[in-house]
């Protein structure tokens, strides 16, 4: 199974409820994505509690040791035998339609797709205070 989470934030990143992607083919490609509507969004995942905050507390960490700032999409794969969680991928640049997971998974987690916006344009006008209060460089 493919589970993602949105991770929005800085410092201390925000993680969303969990989302699957449901293939209506062997794989979710090019064609299964866009032109297909066999394929599925399932928001949010139909996991449990356990589940989700392993996940959650996996892509905050994921996001912050690799120094991600502003967005991300931690996308996961969970073997449906042995129940092992992988980490996938980490997509600094998701998608950001309003038909995209990143900001689905944040509409079902209480942001709607106004104030997401609106936290991003606070999140990178933070990051480039901070930067402009720690740079030993003269402007």
């Known amino acids: 199974r493919e589970l993602e989470v949105s991770?929005?934030?800085?410092?201390?990143?925000?993680?969303?409820v969990a989302g699957e992607v449901v293939p209506g083919h062997e794989f979710?490609?090019?064609?299964?994505?866009?032109?297909?509507?066999?394929?599925?969004?399932?928001i949010p995942a139909a996991i449990d509690a356990a589940l989700l905050a392993e996940i959650q507390a996996m892509a905050k960490l994921a996001f912050q040791v690799a120094?991600?700032?502003?967005?991300?999409?931690?996308?996961?794969?969970?073997?449906?035998?042995?129940?092992v969680l992988y980490l996938n991928e980490i997509?600094?640049?998701?998608?950001?339609?309003?038909?995209?997971?990143?900001?689905?998974?944040?509409e079902a987690s209480g942001l709607s797709y106004p104030a997401l916006v609106d936290?991003?344009?606070?999140?990178?006008?933070?990051?480039?205070?901070?930067?402009?209060?720690?740079?030993?460089v003269r402007h």
Request: hydrophobic share 35%.
């Open 7 to 16: 991770v929005l934030g800085n410092d201390d990143p925000l993680v969303s």
């Open 28 to 42: 979710y490609d090019y064609t299964a994505k866009y032109l297909d509507e066999s394929s599925k969004l399932l």
């Open 67 to 83: 120094d991600c700032t502003g967005l991300a999409r931690v996308d996961f794969l969970l073997d449906g035998q042995s129940q």
């Open 91 to 106: 997509n600094t640049m998701p998608g950001f339609t309003q038909s995209s997971m990143y900001p689905k998974l944040w």
């Open 119 to 136: 936290r991003l344009l606070a999140l990178a006008l933070e990051r480039h205070e901070d930067r402009a209060c720690n740079s030993t």
